[in-house]
Structures are given as C-alpha cells and as structure tokens.
C-alpha cells in the first residue's frame, strides 16, 4: 500500500497542475499538454519518481488526459459548425500513423532524450507563440493528396513525443495555410483525440522499471483522473477571462514562459 502521505502530496500537487492547465488552457486556446508534460515531470522527480523512464509516464499520462478534453472540445465546437470535417477525414490517417510510430520511438528513448526533444520542439512552439504574425502563409488552402499524407504524420509523431494534441502544431499549420483561427481551433481538437487514443493504448503496453502508484504502464491513474476534473472545473473560467484582457499579448508572454521551461528542460537533459 503506496504511503498517505504520499498520496496526499501527490494529489495537492496534481490538482494545483490541473487547476493551472485548465485556466491557460481555456485563456490561450493551447492544449494541457505543453503544461502538463514539464509539470508531471517536476512533480514526480519531487515525490521521488525520478528514473530513465520517467518522461514516458508523464507523456503518457498527457495524453491520457487529451483523449476526454478533445472529444469534449470537438463536440462543443461541433455544435457552433466550426470543425472543418474534410480537412480532418483527409489527415486522420497520416496523423494517426505518425502518432503511432511516436509511439514506438518515445518507449524506446530514455527519459534524458525525450526531455531534450520536448525541449527543443517546445522553443519552436514558444517562439511561433512569442513571434508569430497572423499574416504569415505556406498556402492558400490545406494541402490534400500525397502533400497532407506527407505533412500529416509529422504533426502526430511530434505531437506524441511531446505529449500534447492537436493544437501546439495543428493549429499553426492549418492557420499557415489560410483556414481562419476559430476554425482551426476547432479542427485541431478533432486531431488531438487522433493523436491521442493510438498514442495511449500504445503507453498503456509500456513497461515501467518504477512508476507512481496507480499507474497502468506509463499512464498513471491517479494523475489522469485529478487533471481531468480540475482542468474540466477551470478552463471556462479561463475561458471566460480571454474576453476580458488582451488575449494575443498573453499568448506572447506565454512564448516567453514557455521558451524558459524548453530551455530549462534542455539544461537538465544535458545533465547541467
């Protein structure tokens, strides 16, 4: 029987991260798991889970958490009209198979490397946060045929070692081929339940050398379940304060924010 007190600290700590994530979540429109990812690691590096396989399990307990937030998500904006179908039937496939073979790189990589990739691809996410220009285009409309099955698996197999969904990528590349923002956000939801239902059952298989209690390979149950209630509770109140403040300054500072964690996580990958 896994300590109380342990599981107490355990739970504090899991529902002021899900509290967290779900309040960006809902304020910037990014998904839970480009703040997940670093904060599960913190987290259970500090209760004492630290191994070589330790970025597995908070990869896998991400994207746990994504399947229920996206279907939620693509439901809700389902309803408004605002998921694009066609862009998502056309690159379901590319983004599944490229999910899929994340997964298969990411449970053979030891924790040090996937904390060097996460922390590599979340500068690229942070500086396009911090820089970007709604002006920038690759195209006037979204690549379909042999150029979507090519682009399409690089979103799934990055999303996957970095743990998050559909919208850390997605939306940057459909918004880059000319598909208006609240259409790509939406859309993106309906990527992120692609990515993230493979990605799991694959994370479910891993053996884990050590794991928090309550862990299904490298899904741990007990974070899954506080995460999803808390983000469940406050994305719409960060939702709700997006109206209220400049939400596209936010969304730079957020860059910055994140571009500190990437690097911070590099120092450690490095041993630094």
């Keep these: 029987m896994a300590d109380m007190?342990?599981?107490?600290?355990?739970?504090v700590m899991l529902l002021v991260i899900g509290a967290?994530?779900?309040?960006?979540?809902?304020?910037l429109g990014v998904g839970g798991g480009i703040?997940?990812?670093?904060?599960?690691?913190?987290?259970?590096?500090?209760?004492?889970?630290?191994?070589?396989?330790?970025?597995?399990?908070?990869?896998?307990?991400?994207?746990?958490?994504?399947?229920?937030?996206?279907?939620?998500?693509?439901?809700?904006?389902?309803?408004k009209g605002a998921v694009d179908w066609a862009i998502l039937r056309g690159w379901a496939i590319g983004i599944a198979m490229g999910a899929v073979v994340g997964v298969?790189?990411?449970?053979?990589?030891?924790?040090?490397?996937?904390q060097a990739i996460f922390g590599g691809l979340a500068v690229v996410v942070g500086s396009y946060m911090a820089f970007g220009?709604?002006?920038?285009?690759?195209?006037?409309?979204?690549?379909?045929?042999?150029?979507?099955?090519?682009?399409?698996p690089v979103i799934g197999f990055l999303s996957v070692l970095m743990g998050i969904g559909g919208?850390?990528?997605?939306v940057p590349t459909m918004s880059l081929f000319n598909v208006p923002i609240h259409r790509a956000v939406a859309t993106a939801a309906g990527f992120g339940v692609i990515i993230a239902v493979p990605s799991v059952i694959g994370f479910l298989l891993?053996?884990?050398?050590?794991?928090?209690?309550?862990?299904?390979?490298?899904?741990?149950?007990?974070?899954?379940?506080?995460v999803i209630a808390m983000t469940l509770i406050t994305a719409p109140y960060g939702a709700a304060l997006a109206h209220r403040i400049n939400a596209k300054r936010l969304k730079r500072i957020f860059g910055?924010?994140?571009?500190l964690v990437a690097l911070n996580m590099l120092r450690k990958a490095a041993g630094l």
């Design 133 to 152: 220009r709604d002006h920038w285009r690759l195209g006037q409309s979204m690549p379909m045929g042999i150029k979507g099955y090519l682009i399409s």
């Design 20 to 27: 967290f994530a779900g309040v960006l979540a809902g304020l």
């Design 256 to 259: 910055f924010f994140l571009i």
């Design 104 to 114: 298969t790189v990411a449970s053979s990589l030891r924790s040090s490397s996937l």
């Design 5 to 11: 007190t342990l599981l107490a600290t355990m739970a």
């Design 167 to 170: 919208g850390s990528f997605g």
């Design 206 to 226: 891993v053996d884990m050398e050590t794991a928090p209690p309550f862990s299904i390979g490298a899904v741990n149950l007990v974070a899954f379940g506080l």
């Design 35 to 79: 703040i997940l990812v670093p904060a599960f690691f913190y987290a259970f590096q500090t209760l004492g889970y630290d191994s070589p396989q330790l970025m597995q399990m908070c990869l896998g307990t991400s994207l746990a958490t994504i399947i229920v937030t996206s279907v939620r998500s693509v439901l809700a904006h389902n309803k």
